[in-house]
DNA sequence: CTCGCTGTACCGATCGTTCGGTCCACACTT
DNA sequence: AAGTGTGGACCGAACGATCGGTACAGCGAG
């Protein structure tokens, strides 16, 4: 495994576990579990401890609205067939609703403002990128940001309920309804 | 202030606190601060501690929780106004979107398992207690199901975003889709 | 030998919790 | 009315454990 290599698998292996046990939730020691580090090789990877952690964290988020984000301004892609990539995309990110966001997780709990800050910003790209879609499908800007900020809602949403009940139920029926939307959205008359 | 007054104010804050901050982000000193109590003091009134307060705190949702299912259960009101009372709740609850919701927090946090239960089994009253409405406005069992998950899905998805932006317009937006919807999904032909 | 990385040992602070004890309103006795 | 007891509300101090973070010596690879 190359150097570049191993920070993305630790980075991945830290921000799953934020994902899962939220801000406080996560402890060094934990970290020092999932990652087979000691405490203090932490510090060696994540210079400034913690703090460091959740925002590269959150920097490998951005990484995937920004593909997100090609995926959408595809100037050959159908929009049913953009969707189908993201749908893949998210499908897989959260593991079929099972695992929690991470932008969620900083949203609702009480974190440092420099993370705060950072997660609402990723929400408006997230959105955004979102959008992209419809609006090279032809909807109005207008609608195209709502059809997105709805489509990111449902998303939250779903995983709350999927997290509560442990299911995948909730989210994987988001996924669909968001399918189904998107055709009455992007009919061309 | 009567005794029993006392008990309701001092679960008002500790659940506040929670919603607040997460499970794992809400220390004793905190709590301490918000209800002017000693954190020695706090365990004459919770006197199995943390989990106590946020088994409590659960509690308080469960009564809002029932008085949603009055609400929606009623013989003489119209599916409309039925809405209208609970739109004002939740309204009030969340406090236009921007106090997050005590369910979601400890499902998205990796809490006890005794509270992981009973915040699944919330989840599912609500939904049931908002199905109702439907189920009285004429809709069959599993449409009526299906539009109050949908229901609370979106609230919880619009009460993230809210947080993440600091603002209670995607709350009060879903709100008022939810106010268009239910004018389709009851009007009888 | 140097340098990237790791483990051991440790730090002060804070965690959730417990303990001994004070204050005071109220009831019961005399 | 005065004294005595009871119990709820509350507090400061301290507990063991763990928190996030640091200092440093050792190790293997170049």
Known sequence: MTMDERQLDLVDKVARTFR??????????????????????????????????????????????????????????????????????????????????????????????????????LFSAWADATAELYRMAGCLEMDALRYAQRDVILIQGALVLSRAHGSSAPFEEALEDISEALELRTSQT
Not at 102 to 117: S, T
Request: with cysteine.
């Open 20 to 121: 899962e046990n939220g801000f406080h939730g996560t402890t060094m020691s934990i970290i020092s579990d999932r990652t087979d580090l000691g405490r203090s090789s932490i510090y060696h990877h994540f210079g400034r401890g913690k703090l460091e952690m959740a925002h590269r964290s959150l920097e490998s988020i951005e990484a995937i609205i920004h593909s997100i984000r090609q995926t959408t301004s595809s100037p050959t892609l159908s929009p049913a067939t953009k969707w189908e990539v993201v749908r893949a995309m998210l499908h897989r990110h959260y593991e079929g609703g099972l695992l929690g966001c991470l932008l969620a997780v900083f949203a609702m709990e009480e974190v440092p403002n420099e993370l705060r800050d950072q997660t609402g910003r």
